[in-house]
């Protein structure tokens, strides 16, 4: 798409936000507190969208979300704190920062990234430097993502700084295990994560089997911490696999309540057996379809 297009386009999205945050009563009453629970609500079903492989939902939920980061500018600028502009620099300076096997030391980009950084360290009274890998590949972009970011000016310090606490705990988790693992600590390979979930599962039954609750409530919490290590190390986003088997697990029932009701039989009436046996055959017939995936992959 050509630039002008572009421009103009986020323009008017600009002009319309503008307009509503004056002349609609609900926009108007709106603040940072009251309007995030939109924005990740928009950010939830936008991962929905992505996920679901239609394009056209997708790219109306990107403009939900882009509407919300418009918003939320404007509400900065209102107050002189920013604006939309100064968003956009401050991320593209981001990633520029955060991409040093992309643009060289000696780019002018990086010069020009160099010197708002010395104009925000000496501000804040601050000076550091990233110790960085050579990258080779995607997990030294990640590991020197993360060094860079500690060494941002206002930035929290710590391994875990400015890890949100109210994440989502499958995400929460794979992040705290990702700062970890860039600071180095990250001593096991997808092999042994897989042994080490094996054996909290196995603790977990032990416990569960001997009563103790409150031993289960732990062994719970490490068995899916455990389960999220392996998924991070295979590259895998836990949130999105247990979203998408939730999703055919809830398919494959409503199949089974439609297979049984079309055989005259209630699914609330039937017993345990009958409501496996129906299930059975929907995942059969699944196994049966052309390129389907064997059911034995797929049991829940």
Partial sequence: MPRDEITAALGALDDITRRLRIECPWDREQDERTIVPHTLEEAYELADAANSGDDAKLRD?????LFQVHFLSLLLEERGAGDLAAVAAHCRRKLIRRHPHVFAADSPEMAEVRAADEAAHAAAGERA?????????????????????????????????????????????????RRASSSGFDPIDVDAAIEAAHAELDRLGETIRAGARAATFQALGDALFAVTNVARKAKADPEIALRSASVRFRDRVLRAEVLAESEGRAWAELDDDGRLGYYAQVLFAEGAAPGAEPPEDDQQ
């Avoid at 939920?61 to 979300?65: A, N, S, T």
């Avoid at 060094?147 to 705990?169: H, M, W, Y």
Wanted: overall charge negative; charged content about 30%; glycine content about 12%.
């Fill in 61 to 65: 939920e990107l403009g939900d979300v």
């Fill in 129 to 177: 430097s990233a110790q960085l890998r050579d990258v080779t590949g995607a997990d030294d972009v990640l590991a020197n993502w993360d060094a860079i970011k500690q060494t941002e000016a206002g930035r929290e310090g710590g391994i875990f700084g400015e890890v949100p606490d109210n994440l989502p705990s499958l995400l929460f988790a794979r992040k705290v295990q």
